[in-house]
């Protein structure tokens, strides 16, 4: 108890002096007082809702009939386009630099893609009324120790506060490390990750999820995942983005 509260005070100095070092300034235009000026908010370009896969175009994100077969997903819900550079450079800094205040303003424009989309379609509010599970996308624990936390979950903790459902970040578990991922073509990336993620918790026992990450490029590593939560008995499974 007396140790976790030292250690929450001690991380909020360390935020005080972070803030005092590091004055936050608008990722887009340089505007000081925030990391996204409302100006530059308004100016993020949503991203479509085609097909992951092929880019046909879809309503809502999901598969198209001749993709669907290859995905234990149903589908792609993303806040924005990773080719914006401002898109990219929020992703970046809440990565790379460690400015975990963005995960904040992310997971509002993932709120605002999530309860749009759900509500157009059957998934959420469904008949049985039982809210999603957001589920982050976990990192190898070697890589999470190296960068101290991991933006999936922190992403998918501010998610489950804004739209009240509850989130599981301790039962998907990777227990193979990604290597050299990114350099990967389609085919080699999946082959690379089979048997990366277990998934340790009970049976999901038809549980709609959301699966949460900060990025998705081919989908291959939500489609893993999503491979392991069906195997443990999920119901429907959706991925939910930053960006694509
Ligand atoms: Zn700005
Ligand atoms: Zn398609």
Redesign the pocket.
Known sequence: MIFSRIIAIGSACRDFIIDLLFPAA?L??G?SGAW??P??RRGLRPADHDCPHCQRPEPNGQFCPACAPAFHFRGLWAAGDYSQPLMAQLIKSLKYHNIRELADILADLMAEQAKEIAGRTDFYPNQAGRAPLLVPVPLHPKRQRQRGFNQAELLAEKLRDKLAWSTDASHLVRVQSAGAQAKLSGAARAKNLRGAFVWRGDGLAGQNIILVDDVATTGTTLNECAAVLKKAGAGEIWGLVAAK
């Open positions: 608008c887009g235009c505007r996204l000026c100006a530059c």
